[in-house]
């Protein structure tokens, strides 16, 4: 892993994604005094300092002086605000590396406000909140204006950040970034739903509340963790468990009957032109 604990990281609008990005860091090692996180609730950033030790007293604008890298966690619809806000003020990120976890914003509209800058999207998913997160990493930074080395560079800083929270990927396009957040960013949810539709049907059966809750979480987690330590793919573990006209069997032929499949895929095509709707509002 990239040595982090050079450098100085200001996190502007520290919510409870930034929170677990930082948390990270320090469990990673990262002295807490190199992190600056700040929040328009004072409350919070008091919570974040007696947590994690790190710096919360300075405001937006010297956070943003006295860092190397500079990430955006503030909600898309104040981004445009708080940056004209803090350029305004003088702050100056032509020197800083900056990151963005806001959802929807291209990278043409921060550049815009705040120059040709070193620039990465970042497109993070609540599991980072529990160390397991999927994080989608896009580099916006103009190649003609800084070299080969300095991006990789960058991408390195990047990759250590967010691997302390999880696993990160590199994206080749923009674009990729909606299609990502179709399937990390929103998966929870996916996964939540199919969890709830169990439950539900576990209580019909007869299990309490308690006991079907405790069931499909369990059996959740169990075969994450069993996809997680084998070599097999996907479709070879549902083989595994699918005895040849056994009951489970009956269960995945109704799947397939009732076109999962197909169900899926087009969730997750609501999901990417959803995304792609929202990026132009």
């Not at 499949?261 to 969730?267: C, H, Y």
Request: charged share 20%.
């Amino acid at each position: 892993m990239t040595d982090l604990n050079s450098l100085t990281f200001a996190f502007i609008g520290a919510g409870n994604m930034s929170g677990a990005i930082l948390g990270g860091m320090v469990k990673g090692g990262v002295p807490a005094n190199n992190i600056i996180a700040t929040n328009r609730t004072v409350e919070k950033q008091k919570a974040l300092n007696e947590k994690f030790g790190v710096v919360t007293h300075l405001s937006n604008l010297d956070a943003v002086n006295s860092a190397d890298v500079v990430i955006l966690g503030v909600k898309p619809q104040m981004m445009e605000a708080t940056l004209n806000e803090l350029v305004s003020s003088g702050a100056d990120f032509s020197d800083k590396l900056v990151i963005t976890v806001a959802a929807g914003l291209h990278v043409e509209k921060y550049t815009n406000i705040i120059g040709d800058v070193r620039f990465i999207r970042c497109m993070p998913n609540t599991p980072s909140l529990v160390g397991l997160g999927v994080s989608g990493l896009y580099v916006g930074t103009n190649p003609s204006t800084f070299n080969a080395e300095h991006i990789e560079n960058d991408k390195k800083i990047t990759s250590a950040m967010f691997d302390s929270v999880g696993i990160s990927v590199w994206l080749d396009q923009e674009s990729k970034i909606d299609d990502i957040a179709a399937v990390s960013g929103s998966g929870p949810a996916y996964f939540f739903l199919f969890m709830e539709c169990m439950m539900e049907k576990a209580k019909q059966l007869g299990f309490s509340q308690e006991d079907a809750n405790k069931i499909v979480m369990q059996t959740a987690l169990g075969s994450a963790q069993m996809a997680s330590k084998s070599d097999d793919s996907f479709e070879q573990l549902r083989i595994n468990v699918t005895s040849p006209g056994g009951s489970t069997a009956e269960a995945i032929k109704t799947f397939q009957q009732q076109k999962l499949d197909k169900t899926v895929a087009d969730a997750l095509d609501a999901a990417v032109a959803r995304a792609k709707e929202m990026s132009k509002l």
